[in-house]
């Protein structure tokens, strides 16, 4: 049995190892989705004690929700899955915009709960900061619908440090979601003291950095999907950092293990992050994220993986 770990100071108590749900009916983001690979992916991670699935409204847009939603109903048994999902997003005839007033909040949590056929989702996320509306305001319309039963927990995603310190102004974040990987650790200077002293938990997205820290790629990899606009794809950068993961790559032989779980068991040694939400394409893939739990690090490790990726 997984031991079920509590999201800093949450009642969620979920498997450190979620499961990001950007490639379940993602078709704004991958090409060529195949929706009942999508579902089967679901099942097979709450079959496995993959409890926590991460979405969002922009994933299809809309359709990761839903999809996750006719799941949940086909199996009926809610409790067994721990929803996160996030909205900001105004799709417009121009492009996107992001929204993060009480009324658009509001509007954007009912819709979620109907595409997700639930009565309540247990941590929803603005998942970007618009340009107007004041952060604990914001944050006050999250905590009225957490009074309403209509969600849980309250997080916030890719805010910045100041505001994240305005949303948090009354206490009322839970979690905070922001790129970090090895490649990029910016969120260790500023965010992490914060989040510790507030004991808000810290849900990484990109762990992974798109497949870059798996150790599949060589130097004459080709990409033509989101990681093409990514930093750590751009060449030169892309050659340095396969360097850096070459230098780990023994440590993970040495236990028999893939670099990918070596990765990902490094970032549950940090302390300000519980669980983390790797992403896959199949089912299989759902599965072999779990193997992260078996990878016991070292002190010696864990300080070998922090000083080749220092930055």
Same mark, same amino acid.
């Given at each position: 049995m997984t031991k079920l770990v509590q999201i800093g100071k949450t009642d969620l108590r979920v498997n450190p190892i979620g499961f990001g749900a950007n490639?379940?009916?993602?078709?704004?983001?991958y090409p060529n989705l195949d929706e009942e690979a999508g579902r089967d992916m679901v099942r097979a991670a709450l079959n496995h004690g993959v409890?926590? !699935?991460?979405t969002a409204f922009i994933?299809?847009?809309?359709?990761?929700?839903?999809l996750i939603g006719e799941v949940l109903k086909e199996r009926g048994n809610r409790s067994e899955a721990v929803i996160a999902t996030k909205a900001a997003h105004v799709l417009t005839d121009d492009g996107e915009k992001f929204d993060n007033s009480p009324a658009f909040l509001k509007n954007a949590v009912d819709e979620a709960l109907g595409r997700l056929q639930t009565?309540?989702? &247990? !941590?929803?996320?603005?998942?970007?900061p618009d340009e107007q509306t004041p952060k604990d305001e914001a944050v006050g319309a999250l905590k009225e619908l957490k009074d309403a039963g209509k969600i849980r927990h309250i997080g916030v995603s890719n805010f910045s440090h100041d505001q994240l310190k305005e949303a948090n102004k009354d206490g009322y974040v839970d979690v905070f979601q922001g790129e970090y990987n090895l490649l990029a650790r910016d969120a260790e200077k500023e965010l992490f003291p914060y989040l510790a002293g507030k004991n808000i938990s810290f849900v990484p997205y990109f762990p992974l950095a798109s497949g870059l820290l798996t150790g599949k790629y060589d130097k004459n990899a080709t990409f033509d999907d989101l990681r093409n606009g990514l930093p750590y794809f751009q060449k030169g950068a892309f050659e340095a950092n396969l360097e850096k993961v070459d230098q780990i790559r023994p440590i993970a032989e040495s236990k028999g293990v893939e670099l990918a779980h070596l990765v990902l068991a490094w970032y549950l040694t940090r302390d300000a992050i519980d669980v983390i939400?790797?992403?896959?394409?199949?089912s299989e893939q759902? !599965?072999?994220n779990v193997k992260t739990l078996d990878? @016991? !690090?070292? @002190?010696?490790?864990?300080?070998?993986? &922090?000083?080749?990726? @220092?930055?």
């Open positions: 490639a379940v009916g993602g078709h704004n983001l409890n926590f !699935l991460d994933y299809g847009p809309k359709r990761s929700e839903e009565d309540y989702i &247990d !941590l929803f996320y603005i998942h970007f939400i790797p992403g896959a394409k199949r759902v !599965l072999n990878v @016991q !690090l070292t @002190q010696e490790e864990i300080s070998k993986i &922090d000083q080749v990726f @220092q930055q």
